[in-house]
């Protein structure tokens, strides 16, 4: 079974960069869609990047050009780098799975049917 774990959180000032990651076990993620989700206090989790199996890309529009997701297989890894971070920005952010024999598209708005959570990493954008 799929477990994921994040890490890579922190504060950074308004911005600056930060690269999370999102590690799995129990099984080579490569063959799943892996996307990443964001939690802000008191708003509901939303999707901001997912990558399909077969290496197509998903963006949120709030995060569009400044962050880009990518995946190492051999390191069972897929990692959201992100850039000139906002104080909106400030969340927990978590990575999910989710598998679909198409693997053009990843169902970002669809938090349904993603699964194998990952406890979450927290991520500060402040001054």
């Known amino acids: 079974q799929l477990q994921l774990v994040e890490s890579g959180g922190g504060l950074v000032q308004p911005g600056g960069s930060l690269t999370l990651s999102c590690a799995g076990s129990g099984r080579t993620l490569a063959i799943d869609n892996i996307g990443w989700f964001r939690q802000a206090p008191g708003k509901e989790r939303e999707g901001v990047s997912c990558?399909?199996?077969?290496?197509?890309?998903e963006y949120a529009d709030s995060v569009r050009g400044r962050f880009t997701i990518s995946r190492n297989v051999p390191k069972n890894t897929v990692y959201l780098e992100m850039k000139n971070l906002k104080p909106e920005d400030t969340a927990v952010y978590y990575c999910?799975?989710?598998?679909?024999?198409?693997?053009?598209?990843?169902?970002?708005?669809?938090?349904?049917?993603?699964?194998?959570w990952g406890p979450g990493t927290q991520v500060i954008v402040s001054s």
């Open positions: 990558l399909s199996s077969g290496g197509m890309a």
């Open positions: 999910a799975a989710h598998f679909s024999k198409d693997t053009s598209t990843c169902p970002l708005t669809r938090q349904v049917v993603w699964g194998s």
